[in-house]
């Protein structure tokens, strides 16, 4: 699968063909200095044209908070196959939680592209006929 990506703005490293892997990281593309409590959306400087059906999901990279003291304020973001103009630009809406910076170039997020979900019509029933897990966060309890 080919995604045309066009470059939003200078200097800015490009992601690059990947096979290994189901995540692609991508980078600030600008230096931003942040106090904790403060909200910003860091550019990424890319645009890109997903295929018809497809979607991108963008997370933070497991070491975005550790290094640089920040969340993606979001959780995640989708980014649906509209969104693909010369200027639409995307970017990591991001949340301080302590003084930082984060440099230009500087890996922040990853994303990965999935198909939509197709439909789905939910049936009402009065038990759905499976043993018990043991409740939320019963993983790995005995």
Not at 10 to 20: A, F, H, T, Y
Not at 47 to 53: D, I, K, Q, R, V
Request: hydrophobic share 40%; glycine share 10%.
């Amino acid at each position: 699968m080919k995604i045309r990506i066009k470059r939003v703005r200078d200097g800015v490293l490009l992601p690059e063909k990947i096979s290994k892997g189901d995540w692609i990281d991508l980078r600030a593309a600008k230096s931003v200095v942040l106090k904790a409590g403060e909200y910003q959306l860091i550019p990424l400087g890319i645009a890109m044209e997903l295929p018809e059906g497809y979607e991108a999901i963008v997370a933070p990279r497991s070491s975005t908070f550790k290094r640089g003291g920040i969340l993606l304020a979001n959780s995640i973001g989708i980014i649906d196959e509209s969104y693909k103009g010369d200027n639409d630009e995307w970017h990591f809406p991001a949340l301080a939680i302590r003084d930082t910076t984060i440099m230009v170039n500087e890996r922040i997020c990853q994303f990965r592209i999935v198909e939509h979900q197709p439909e789905i019509e939910f049936e009402v029933v009065s038990s759905l006929g499976n043993e018990n897990r043991g409740g939320l966060g019963s993983t790995g309890r005995a």
